[in-house]
Nanobody, 126 residues
Framework: VQLQASGGGVVQAGGSLRLSCAAS????????MGWFRQAPGKEREFVATITGSGGATYYSDSLKGRVTISRDTAKNTVYLQMNTLKPEDTAVYYC????????????????????WGQGTEVTVSS
């Protein structure tokens, strides 16, 4: 599967953005689809995941309540709605897909994901 992330940009603190991840090659419902982010000088950090079967969602504890992951199977696209953005949310956001998982999987481990998009940059100004 190929993943194309978009929707990043510059936004003021307190604002919102919706990131999109368009998948081609296979249906997004075939994978657990996730978002990670990486700020300059920091490790890649888990943001959220939505499972293929059933659409269960998982969030980073630090971001829960401010982000929502969703998908549109007709458009084969996954979204990340981000609200009340803070300067510390500034990062490159990556869309990713994972083929094998179970309800016991640790969705926060980047190395468990099989496919990655190119990233979209989000800058939150204070």
């Amino acid at each position: 599967v190929q993943l194309q992330a978009s929707g990043g940009g510059v936004v003021q603190a307190g604002g919102s953005l919706r990131l999109s991840c368009a998948a081609s090659g296979r249906a997004v419902s075939s994978y657990a689809m996730g978002w990670f982010r990486q700020a300059p000088g920091k490790e890649r950090e888990f943001v959220a995941t939505i499972t293929g079967s059933g659409g269960a969602t998982y969030y980073s504890d630090s971001l829960k309540g401010r982000v929502t992951i969703s998908r549109d199977t007709a458009k084969n696209t996954v979204y990340l709605q981000m609200n009340t953005l803070k300067p510390e949310d500034t990062a490159v956001y990556y869309c990713t897909a994972r083929m094998r998982y179970s309800i016991r999987s640790n969705f926060a481990t980047a190395s468990e994901y099989d496919y990655w998009g190119q990233g979209t940059e989000v800058t939150v100004s204070s």
